[in-house]
């Protein structure tokens, strides 16, 4: 069965005796002595049950109080000592949210409170011993460490009390408090008035090599001081003796003649009578912590040779008196007179440029609302009123609250760097405006071009026509009277006309591409591909041709151009056939995606024909290019160029992948959805 902790902890404070007893000089010597260690003004030794806390021990403390020696819990900081068993360390009591309704603020003028837990022999808590101020203070490692050697001697006591109780001597007592001394992990040491050795605990001993026989009747200072800071212990010595206490950082020496800082608490010993006895004393090695800070000094050393190296200066800003201090360095790059000192933070941001302020506002209040750090790019007046380009860094430092107490930052020159942007945004956009004047210029060339393209071949038609008519009108009413020789020379003119008619005829197809479009709509390219095999029917059976192909997607295109691209590359695949081979074409696709996730269809027509070197490639998709002779395959060479067009024109790509003998395959990439698109054509 557990046992209520609130009966426990009063029947361990009945069984001390300690609960409503008289003053005792025992206690009241540790809270003089924490009074005096900690420079505070009162110090309490605090019994804590269910209802009061009864003080045992009431150093400084005022009236009625001093007399009641008692308050109501309502006036208790100690009974969260209690409850937590955990030291409670309070900087202002009026801003703690523990505390801050506590009523011995007002009535007893607590606010600033450092409590150690009291505990009996058997572990259980039953108090505090307290140190007290009226005004705010930060307590330091060594106040805590301090009070609680001090609440060790406490709980020396209230054992002897403990052991008196049950029957023990007070030889028990006497080794008990030198037991606790000994686990203390400071050095504890007490002198008489002359400074002769009467007690050297056991971490003395492993501090300064002397053991515990070998210190007691010899004088402290021929023990533990450096023979050239003899005359600095001699004063420490004479102010203790005169009843005054010291603290602070000391060079001390070992046995061996080495030396080392400490941390050294010094405080004059009264009898009840209040006459000086002696002398107590607290030291601890602080070499670790001396050699971070030597650290810690090396690493700001540092970080100002690299600050003045990259040009930076650094800015403190008070949030609570609104004030900034600055680097010298920060106050050139703001323009401020090095010698105005303080800088009001409303002083600083009126230099800010009046277009930049309100978002420089803004981001610094944000960034204290999310505890985030930030970055800007502002502009500063500076009193010549010229312009200097600023950038800020900062962050937030904030109070155990959470409140917002300091920014700290740094700032850099970066006017160079703007001035560069603003003309290399100023090259960007004359380069801008040319490359577009220059693409106007192009576009309206081709236009013309395209223009002209259909123009001419459409008015050389008409001529044309004329020639091959009356070419056949000779030939039909002449030719009995023409020899071998002009019979071969009508041939050839006909035949001119022929290819003439079929370069005119591409010339106008290609030219029709842009100049005759017709808007893209859904296109099954199963259906193109089915009318373009039918159109070819006859030529596909003279072939003795295999033509495969597989499902088709449906896509935005003009079908008629679409149509045109099929007839074309089939048309090819047929033509440039291997001798004595049956022609054999695979028409397929595939869904593919580009960098921006945007469909595209891809479509592959392979055949097994005569291939061509891919050398070539540049050359195939030219208008009236030719690999072969006209003597070998018929046509004009602008079979591909016609594709080539329609394929830009759709917002797509056509490629092809051959090889001497090894067959070719064109493939096309096509998007599955898109405005209509102005094929990219070079004027010439």
Not at 135 to 151: C, G, H, I
Not at 567 to 579: D, E, V, Y
């Amino acid at each position: 069965m557990t046992i209520d902790p609130a009966i426990e902890r009063r029947q361990a404070l009945l069984a001390t005796g300690l609960l409503d007893s008289p003053p005792e000089a025992e206690f009241d010597r540790l809270t003089r002595l924490a009074c005096r260690l900690l420079h505070v003004p009162v110090s309490l030794i605090s019994l804590v049950d269910d209802q009061r806390q009864f003080f045992k021990s009431a150093q400084g403390l005022a009236e009625p109080w001093a007399s009641r020696r008692e308050t109501p819990l309502s006036h208790s900081f100690c009974k969260h000592v209690v409850l937590t068993d955990e030291p409670l360390v309070v900087s202002d009591a009026r801003i703690d949210a523990r505390l801050c309704e506590n009523l011995a603020i007002s009535d007893l003028q607590v606010v600033a409170y450092l409590g150690i837990p009291l505990r009996t022999p058997e572990h259980i808590v039953i108090g505090s011993l307290c140190a007290i101020d009226s005004q705010p203070r930060n307590w330091s490692e060594e106040d805590v460490q301090t009070l609680s050697d001090l609440a060790a001697m406490v709980m020396t006591e209230i054992a002897a009390r403990h052991y008196r109780g049950r029957g023990k001597s007070s030889l028990q007592r006497i080794k008990l408090q030198t037991e606790l001394l000994n686990a203390v992990e400071q050095a504890v040491i007490a002198t008489d008035l002359t400074g002769t050795v009467t007690y050297w605990n056991r971490f003395a001993e492993k501090l300064y090599g002397w053991t515990s026989n070998e210190a007691l009747g010899r004088n402290v200072l021929a023990l533990t001081q450096v023979p050239a800071l003899a005359d600095q212990a001699q004063t420490i010595m004479a102010n203790l003796q005169e009843g005054k206490s010291w603290r602070g950082e000391l060079l001390v020496q070992r046995r061996d003649g080495t030396s080392f800082p400490a941390y050294v608490m010094d405080s004059p010993v009264q009898n009840e009578q209040g006459e000086l006895i002696g002398i107590v004393g607290i030291s601890f090695d602080i070499s670790e912590r001396k050699a971070k800070e030597m650290e810690l000094d090396e690493n700001l050393h540092r970080l100002r040779l690299a600050l003045n190296a990259g040009n930076m200066g650094i800015w403190d800003w008070d949030l609570e008196s609104d004030r900034v201090h600055m680097s010298d360095k920060a106050l050139t790059m703001w323009g401020i007179s090095l010698r105005q000192e303080p800088h009001h933070a409303a002083s600083i941001f009126s230099l800010v440029h009046p277009e930049d302020l309100p978002a420089l506002n803004a981001v610094v209040q944000q960034a204290l609302t999310q505890r985030t750090d930030f970055s800007f790019e502002f502009r500063v007046v500076l009193p010549s009123q010229n312009i200097r380009w600023l950038a800020g860094k900062g962050l937030g430092i904030y109070d155990e609250t959470g409140k917002a107490s300091r920014m700290i930052g740094i700032n850099y020159d970066i006017t160079t760097r703007k001035v560069n942007e603003q003309l290399l945004q100023e090259v960007n956009e004359t380069l801008e405006q040319r490359v577009a004047d220059r693409t106007a210029d192009l576009e309206r060339s081709n236009r013309e071009l395209q223009e002209f393209a259909y123009v001419a071949s459409h008015d050389l038609q008409e001529p044309l026509r004329k020639i091959t008519a009356f070419a056949d009108r000779l030939r039909s009413r002449f030719s009995d009277d023409l020899d071998d020789v002009a019979l071969d020379y009508m041939a050839r003119m006909q035949n001119s006309a022929e290819r003439m008619k079929l370069l005119i005829n591409d010339l106008l197809t290609l030219s029709r591409v842009t100049t005759q479009a017709q808007p893209f709509a859904a296109t099954d390219l199963n259906t193109i591909a089915t009318n373009v095999l039918r159109d070819l029917e006859t030529t596909i059976e003279a072939a003795n041709a295999k033509v495969t192909v597989s499902s088709l997607p449906t896509i935005e295109a003009d079908q008629s151009q679409i149509g045109r691209v099929f007839q074309n590359l089939i048309s090819n695949a047929i033509k440039f056939q291997r001798p004595g081979e049956r022609p054999e074409i695979e028409i397929s696709s595939e869904l593919i995606y580009d960098e921006d996730n945007e469909p595209y269809v891809c479509l592959r027509m392979k055949d097994n024909g005569i291939g061509f070197d891919e050398k070539y490639l540049d050359r195939i998709f030219l208008p009236f290019q030719r690999l072969h002779g006209r003597n070998d395959y018929e046509g004009s060479g602008m079979g591909l160029a016609i594709c080539r067009r329609i394929v830009e024109r759709h917002g797509g790509t056509i490629r092809a992948q051959s090889a001497p003998n090894q067959g070719a395959t064109f493939l096309i990439t096509l998007p599955l959805e898109h405005t209509d698109v102005q094929p990219q054509q070079q004027a010439s």
